[in-house]
C-alpha cells in the first residue's frame, strides 16, 4: 500500500505513514490527528484519480442534493467505472466509501464530547483500527492492490 501510494500521491503516503506510526505507538494518547491522517490520505487519492471537473462531465451525472461537488462516493464510483468494475464490486467500495465519511464525522463528534481521556484511548485506538480497514478496503479496490499473503 505505501509503495503504491508513493508512487501516486507522495503526501498521502506521509499521512498513511503517520497513521500507521500513531497506531504502533504505545505512547499515543489521542487519536484526533490519526484519524485526519487516514482521512486526508483517503480523500487526496480520491481527488488525484477523480478530478471534480472530470467525473462532473460523465453522463447523467448530477450533484447530490446540498453539495456543491461530486462526492467521495460519486468519485468513486467514477474511477471503478473507468476501470469497468463490476456493479456489485463497485456498489461495495461505494458502501465503505459511504461509511468512511460517515465513521470519519462521528469519531470526531465522539472524541470532541468525550469527557474522559483516559477511558476513552483504547476505543479511541480500536476506531481507528477500524476506520484503517474501511479505508484499506477502497484504497485496495481502487488503486487494484493485492493483499499480500
Known amino acids: ?35 485526519a491522517e487516514l482521512r486526508e490520505a483517503f480523500r487526496e487519492v480520491i481527488d488525484k484519480l477523480a478530478p471534480d471537473e472530470e467525473v462532473a462531465k460523465q453522463d447523467g451525472f448530477k450533484l447530490e442534493d446540498g453539495r456543491s461537488k461530486p462526492t467521495q ?19 461495495a467500495a461505494e458502501k465503505a466509501t459511504q461509511v468512511v465519511e460517515e465513521f470519519t464525522g462521528e469519531f470526531a463528534r465522539a472524541v470532541y464530547d468525550s469527557a474522559s481521556l483516559s477511558t476513552h484511548t483504547q476505543a479511541a485506538r480500536e476506531d481507528i483500527i477500524k476506520l484503517k480497514r474501511y479505508i484499506n478496503a477502497v484504497l485496495f479496490d481502487i488503486l487494484q492492490i493485492s493483499e499480500p499473503s
Open 73 to 91: 462516493k460519486q468519485k468513486v464510483r467514477f474511477i471503478l467505472k473507468a476501470r469497468k468494475e463490476k456493479s456489485a464490486r463497485m456498489t
Open 1 to 35: 500500500m505505501l509503495s503504491t501510494l508513493e508512487s501516486l500521491v507522495p503526501s498521502a503516503a506521509a499521512s498513511y505513514r503517520q497513521a500507521l506510526d500513531d497506531l504502533l505507538s504505545s505512547e499515543k494518547v489521542s487519536f484526533k490527528g490519526t484519524s
